[in-house]
């Protein structure tokens, strides 16, 4: 029996992600004043800022979404209404990826990391594509690669907040939404497609009390970011676990060891 490993179109892939490079580009050449929103909340007025970088990268967030789509209607195996999974990680991936660009230097480091971007937006589209087949011989490999690539982007995210000084009330909900979405897309895929709401608003609500408690202490961006990856990837390692059946003594021994060892990093790195 002939084994089907199926690839995505060269053209398609080369084509989303030019456009989105193209847009990564483009926040660091065009620049503009920035526009001023005053949003009154429970009698304290909030100021918003937005500038044409914002705007380009969240139009970019919204071509990778529908490029996804268009990108995943080769694959033979694909069902009706499934692209919508695939296009948590990308779109995120392209948020936090503007968001850490524009963090960076304009100085070769910026260019380094828009090379590093490009090459983790290529290893997502790829292996977004492939665990379309859970059949295909590859798809364990695949699941590996997005579930690291989730984690380095929270990583990535939480550090690029950090480094920019966003106030909390903005912290707040980026940490939410990236925290969730990541664990809501390896919860999917590591417990054969199943969808855990609960667990992954719960992650990420942790996640917001965690990222404000340590908001406030006086730690380096890499440090933060260290401090909330431990119990991000602890959770989601135990809510697999636990959702597997395995018994809470065994579940917990994984992302207890994990937590230990990131902790540590943290309190190491300097």
């Known amino acids: 029996m002939t084994e089907k490993r199926y690839l995505p179109d060269p053209t398609r892939v080369s084509i989303l992600t030019a456009i989105v490079l193209l847009a990564f580009a483009l926040t660091r050449l065009v620049s503009a004043p920035p526009l001023q929103l005053t949003i009154p909340l429970a009698g304290v007025y909030v100021t918003l800022s937005f500038n044409l970088n914002t705007m380009i990268v969240l139009l970019a967030a919204g071509l990778t979404a529908a490029g996804m789509d268009w ?3 080769t694959h033979p195996s694909l069902e009706k209404g499934e692209t919508r999974e695939h296009w948590l990680l990308p779109t995120l991936t392209v948020l936090v990826i503007g968001i850490a660009l524009y963090t960076l230097p304009q100085t ?17 589209f790829f292996a977004e594509f492939v665990v379309v087949d859970p059949i295909d011989s590859r798809y364990p490999f695949a699941t590996a690669v997005l579930t690291v690539l989730a984690f380095i982007i929270f990583l990535i995210l939480a550090v690029a907040l950090k480094a920019t000084n966003v106030r909390l009330f903005l912290l707040a909900p980026a940490l939410f939404v990236g925290g969730g979405l990541v664990a809501l897309r390896t919860l999917h ?82």
């Open 189 to 270: 895929l590591r417990l054969n497609e199943r969808w855990e709401l609960t667990w992954a608003i719960g992650i990420g609500l942790v996640t917001i009390q965690l990222g404000a408690a340590l908001y406030y202490m006086p730690l380096t961006p890499v440090r933060f970011g260290l401090g909330l990856l431990g119990p991000v990837y602890a959770l989601t390692s135990l809510a697999v676990s636990l959702a597997e059946g395995i018994p809470p003594r065994q579940a917990i021994l994984e992302p207890a060891v994990m937590l230990v060892l990131l902790c540590g990093l943290m309190i190491w790195f300097r």
């Open 71 to 73: 990108l995943l209607r």
């Open 108 to 124: 070769i480091i910026w260019w380094l990391g828009f090379g590093l971007g490009a090459a983790i937006l290529l290893l997502v």
